[in-house]
């Protein structure tokens, strides 16, 4: 048997729209790719003009709808805008990921101001900022859903990830209080969050083989994640069988926190 996935997750999206935040590469790549391939419009938002087209293409050849937004997920004004624009061009917002996300990893003492400030503004006002106009346009429609990717390190401590885990630690408490907010009967709006354990990107990458293998040891499963495994995590919070879940955490991480 295969020691990581042979088979995708099939979910039917197609009529559904999607904001999908840090498409340009790693994971966010691989959801915005899932999604439209299940058949959701999907507006890719990164820095990376080059990369985000890159993405866009790729859905565009396979079948499917794409546009970008180049934006700073940390800048309000560009989340209003960006939530505006699919709203204004394909008449409704269905689903929401919050993936875009940083680290600027250091031990608490030689933590700089900046280091805190650039993490917790990236992951973590960036979900308030479009989780916040997101919400206005799926109480508009009573419908919607929002999946915030946060991390194991917001579920344990990590050495050198203060400002980090505290950004993913937040995400988890917001996402439990927004589920609430937005629920009701008559509004079919779920809010729920991602915990990814350590899983094979750029941001993994910068670990180094050497520390790999310690990781790696360190997870039962024995190896790291495929950031396809977090896309059908995505998957699920947005289909139809997830309707009856609403402020959870879900955790993808090989048996690490277990
Ligand atoms: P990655 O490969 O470094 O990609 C990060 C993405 O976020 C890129 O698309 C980047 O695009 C975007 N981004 C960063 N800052 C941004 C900003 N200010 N404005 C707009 N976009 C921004 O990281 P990844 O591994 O795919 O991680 C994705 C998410 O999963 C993050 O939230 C991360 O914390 C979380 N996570 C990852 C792991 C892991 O093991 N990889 C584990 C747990 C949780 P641009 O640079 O083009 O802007």
């Not at 700089?112 to 206005?136: G, K, Q, Y």
């Amino acid at each position: 048997m295969s020691d990581s996935p042979t088979r995708r997750l099939h979910v039917d999206l197609t009529g559904q729209t999607a904001i999908v935040t840090g498409a340009s590469r790693g994971i966010g790549k691989a959801i915005a790719l899932a999604l439209a391939s299940s058949g959701a419009k999907v507006a890719c938002v990164a820095r990376s003009e080059g990369k985000l087209k890159e993405v866009a293409d790729a859905i565009t050849a396979a079948g499917g709808t794409a546009a970008t937004y180049v934006a700073d997920v940390a800048d309000s004004a560009a989340a209003n805008s960006v939530v505006e624009g699919v709203v204004e061009k394909w008449g409704q917002l269905d689903i929401l990921v919050n993936n875009a996300g940083i680290t600027r990893d250091t031990l608490i003492p030689r933590m700089t101001d900046e280091d805190w400030d650039e993490v917790i503004s990236t992951n973590l006002r960036s979900v308030f900022l479009f989780t916040r106009a997101a919400a206005s346009a799926m109480m508009r429609t009573k419908s919607g859903r929002i999946i915030n990717i946060s991390s194991v390190s917001g579920l344990m401590g990590n050495p050198g990830q203060c400002n980090y885990s505290a950004s993913k630690a937040g995400i988890i408490g917001f996402t439990q209080t927004v589920a609430r907010e937005l629920a009701s009967k008559r509004r079919a709006i779920t809010v729920n969050a991602i915990c990814p354990g350590f899983i094979a990107s750029d941001m993994t990458e910068a670990l180094g083989p050497a520390l790999e293998e310690v990781v790696k040891a360190r997870i039962p499963l024995q190896r790291l994640g495929e950031a396809d495994e977090i896309a059908d995590a995505v998957l699920y919070l947005a289909s139809g069988s997830a309707a009856y879940i609403t402020g959870q955490v879900l955790t993808v991480d090989g048996g690490l926190t277990g």
